[in-house]
């Protein structure tokens, strides 16, 4: 079935960004840590998401969707960070700040049951045995307009320095 596809596919990502995880660990480059970090919060991602396909349970299933977010919150703050290891240096006491929707994210999605800010309910299709999740506030108003401005402004940054280096270097 489509969803034994996708489970498969979830876990064939995993094991790259493990193994990509071990070969860059093993390299000693200055961005080496930072893309170690992004290889596993993307395996992390990736696993939860297969271990949330293979789950039965509504309860089980939304166990993991939270273990997913543990890897998702963190992305795009990464990505950006990873690309200014270097050039930043002036900003590089800040770049903590970019994490302060991601942590809050991942505090929020384990105490949701509580609060309801992220997921208003969840429910289970019994036909396809996927979750449907209706989100709420946070999800909706905070946590992906900041993950997409942080992703627009790398995509910016990126473009910017591609623009700007040398034709050989294209």
Same mark, same amino acid.
């Given at each position: 079935? #489509? ?5 498969? *596919?979830?876990? *064939?990502?995993?094991?790259?960004? !493990?193994?990509?995880?071990?070969? !860059? ?7 080496? &840590? ?14 939860? @998401?297969?271990?949330?396909? %293979?789950?039965?349970?509504? #309860? ?6 939270? $273990?997913?977010? !543990?890897?998702? #919150? &963190?992305?795009? &703050?990464? =990505? ?7 050039? =930043?240096? &002036? ?8 994490? +302060?929707?991601?942590?809050?994210? +991942? *505090?929020?999605? =384990?105490? @949701?049951?509580? /609060? /309801?800010? $992220? =997921? ?11 979750? /449907? ?8 108003? $905070? /946590?992906?307009?900041?993950?997409? %401005? ?6 910016? $940054? ?9 034709? #050989?270097?294209?």
């Amino acid at each position: 079935s #489509a969803v034994t596809l996708i489970t498969w *596919g979830m876990f *064939g990502a995993c094991t790259l960004a !493990v193994a990509l995880t071990l070969y !860059v660990a093993k390299q000693r480059h200055s961005f080496g &840590p930072l893309f170690t970090l992004f290889c596993l919060t993307t395996a992390l991602w990736s696993f939860g @998401n297969g271990m949330e396909l %293979l789950s039965s349970t509504l #309860a089980a299933k939304t166990f993991w969707a939270k $273990v997913q977010y !543990v890897g998702i #919150a &963190p992305l795009a &703050p990464l =990505w950006l960070i990873c690309r200014y290891t270097d050039s =930043w240096k &002036p900003f590089q006491k800040y770049l903590s700040l970019f994490y +302060i929707v991601s942590v809050l994210t +991942i *505090g929020l999605i =384990w105490t @949701n049951d509580v /609060h /309801h800010w $992220v =997921w208003s309910a969840t429910s289970l299709d019994e036909t396809t045995g996927l979750v /449907h999740y209706s989100h709420n506030f946070w999800f909706t108003a $905070v /946590h992906v307009p900041y993950n997409y %401005l942080i992703l627009g402004l790398t995509l910016l $940054v990126l473009t910017r320095a591609f623009w700007n280096a040398q034709r #050989a270097q294209r």
